[in-house]
C-alpha cells in the first residue's frame, strides 16, 4: 500500500545508481504539473532512514514544481533485500543494465552477498551477474560520469566503443578520450558511430580533430568520404536505398490499384485526396527523375 511521505525525509543516496535522461524527464515534468504523481516512488525504510531507490525523476519533478509530499511504497526494512525487490521488477520498472549492475556492485560488496547468492535470489544465472559486474569494472569513472548523467547515450557505448575495448584493451584511454570529447553534444547514435569508427581506425588527423571538439566538421568529412567497396559516400549510400524503396513501391501500388477489394467510400474518398497529392508532383517528379537518369548516364 502507498503511502503519503514528505520529500524532504527521503535519502537520495542512490540517487546516482539511477542513469539520468533529461528529455525524458522534461516530459515528465509537464506530466506531473498537469496530473499530479500517478506512480509511487519506491524505497527502503530502514532503521537508518527511508532510502529511495526508484522515482528520482519524480522526486526531481516534485522538487521543481514545489511538491512537498509525494507517494511512496517501501519495498522491505532492510537496503539488501529493497534493492532485491527493485532487481526482481526491472522489467516493469524499467532498470537499465548499468543500473543493474552497479546495484550488483553494491549487493556483493557492501552487503556481502556472493556471486552465487545474487544470482539465485534474482533467479537469474551467474554468468547473467558476473557479466553486470564486469561492466562496471571495465569502465574509468569519467565514463561512468557521462553514462549515468546522460550525457552519452549507453547504447553507443554498449554496441560502438565496448567491442574495440574488448578487441583491445590497449584503447580505453583512447575511450575514454572520445567518450569526454563527444558527451553533451546531443549527436544522434549514428553520428557517434561514424566519429567513433573515424577515432579508432581513421588517420590522425581526423582524431585529433574530434578531440578538438571539431565534430561538425570530422561529420561532414566523414560523410563525403567512400566507406564501401563500391565507393558510394554515405549520402551517395542513402539515396541508392531510397531510390530501391520507391520503386518498389510503385510496383507494390501499380499492383494493387486494380484489386477488387477495393471498394468502400471511405478507401475511394482517401485515396482520392492522396492520389490528388501525387499528381501534383507528378510532372516535375518526371522531369527531376529524367535529368537525374541522363546525368547518371553521362558518369
Known amino acids: 500500500m502507498s503511502k503519503f511521505v514528505e520529500r524532504s525525509s527521503l535519502d537520495l543516496r542512490y540517487e546516482g545508481h539511477r542513469l539520468r535522461d533529461p528529455a525524458r524527464e522534461a516530459r ?3 506530466s506531473i504539473a498537469e496530473r499530479g504523481i500517478e506512480e509511487p516512488l519506491e524505497g527502503v525504510d530502514s532503521s537508518e532512514g527511508r532510502f529511495l531507490l526508484d522515482g528520482f525523476k519524480r522526486c526531481r519533478c516534485a522538487q ?19 534493492i532485491v525487490n527493485l532487481m526482481r521488477a526491472s522489467p516493469d520498472r524499467g532498470l ?19 556471486v552465487a547468492e545474487v544470482a539465485q535470489t534474482l533467479s537469474r544465472s551467474k554468468g547473467w551477474v558476473c557479466m553486470r559486474r564486469r561492466l562496471l569494472e571495465e569502465m574509468s569513472p569519467a565514463i561512468q560520469q557521462a553514462l549515468f548523467h546522460g550525457a552519452f547515450p549507453v547504447y553507443s557505448y554498449m554496441y560502438t566503443l565496448r ?19 563527444v558527451a553533451g553534444r546531443r549527436l544522434s547514435v549514428r553520428d557517434i558511430e561514424l566519429l567513433a569508427h573515424a577515432y ?13 571538439g571539431k565534430l561538425t566538421w570530422s561529420l561532414e568529412h566523414l560523410k563525403d568520404i567512400p566507406e564501401d567497396r563500391e565507393g558510394c559516400s554515405e549520402f551517395e549510400r542513402v539515396l541508392l536505398r531510397e531510390l530501391q524503396i520507391l520503386r518498389r513501391a510503385m510496383q507494390r501500388v501499380m499492383a494493387k490499384c486494380q484489386d477488387r ?30 535529368a537525374f537518369y541522363d546525368r547518371t548516364g553521362r558518369a
Open 96 to 114: 537499465g543494465i548499468l543500473e543493474q549492475a552497479r546495484f550488483i556492485v553494491d549487493l556483493v560488496t557492501i552487503h556481502g552477498m556472493s
Open 28 to 30: 515528465l515534468l509537464a
Open 163 to 181: 567491442p574495440f575495448m574488448r578487441m583491445n584493451g590497449d584503447l580505453r584511454a583512447d575511450i575514454e578520450r572520445f567518450v569526454e570529447a
Open 200 to 212: 579508432v581506425r581513421g588517420p590522425a588527423s581526423l582524431r585529433e580533430a574530434i578531440v578538438g
Open 261 to 290: 477489394r477495393l471498394r468502400s467510400r471511405a478507401f475511394y474518398a482517401q485515396a482520392n485526396l492522396l492520389c490528388a497529392g501525387l499528381l501534383s508532383t507528378w510532372e516535375p517528379f518526371g522531369e527531376r527523375i529524367k
Open 64 to 82: 521543481k514544481l514545489g511538491i512537498e509530499d509525494v507517494p511512496y511504497v517501501s519495498l522491505g526494512e532492510e537496503e539488501a533485500t529493497g
